[in-house]
């Protein structure tokens, strides 16, 4: 991801953000949409959010995967690096993502038809919990 400026949501509006992006997803979004929502949203992670939030690929580069059509690997550089994460794929069942911060025994699951999804769902769970975790007045819609 591009080097961060000062631009950041407050976290009231961020975690309001994800929750509407999260529902939006249990619609069944079209995924490229939700993938670009999702790495915008990243990008206005305020702190302390951001570190955990960062996805690994500047702005054109995720681009590029989504004009591919490569939403796993779009899904996988939106998890970044300070997350763990995988997809498990099951023949004739939806896809499972799961998202986790190694050392941590907290993690978000999440099903799909769309393996990418799955994992854009785990990541939006994850980050939403973290609302709850943190214990904050930053309560999400």
């Not at 681009?63 to 690096?81: M, N, S």
Request: glycine residues 4%.
């Amino acid at each position: 991801m591009e080097p961060r400026d000062s631009a950041s949501l407050d976290a009231l509006s961020w975690f309001e953000s994800l929750a509407r992006l999260s529902a939006w997803t249990a619609a069944e979004a079209p995924i490229e949409n939700v993938l670009r929502l999702s790495y915008h949203l990243a990008a206005l992670a305020p702190s302390p959010f951001g570190a955990i939030a960062a996805a690994t690929l500047d702005e054109t580069a995720f681009d590029e995967l989504l004009e591919r059509q490569a939403f796993e690997a779009a899904a996988a550089a939106l998890i970044g690096t300070a997350l763990s994460c995988e997809i498990v794929s099951r023949a004739g069942g939806p896809a499972t993502g799961r998202v986790w911060l190694e050392g941590d025994t907290e993690e978000s699951l999440a099903s799909s038809s769309l393996p990418a999804m799955a994992l854009v769902r785990a990541w939006l769970a994850f980050m939403l919990d973290l609302n709850q975790a943190t214990g904050s007045s930053h309560k999400s819609a």
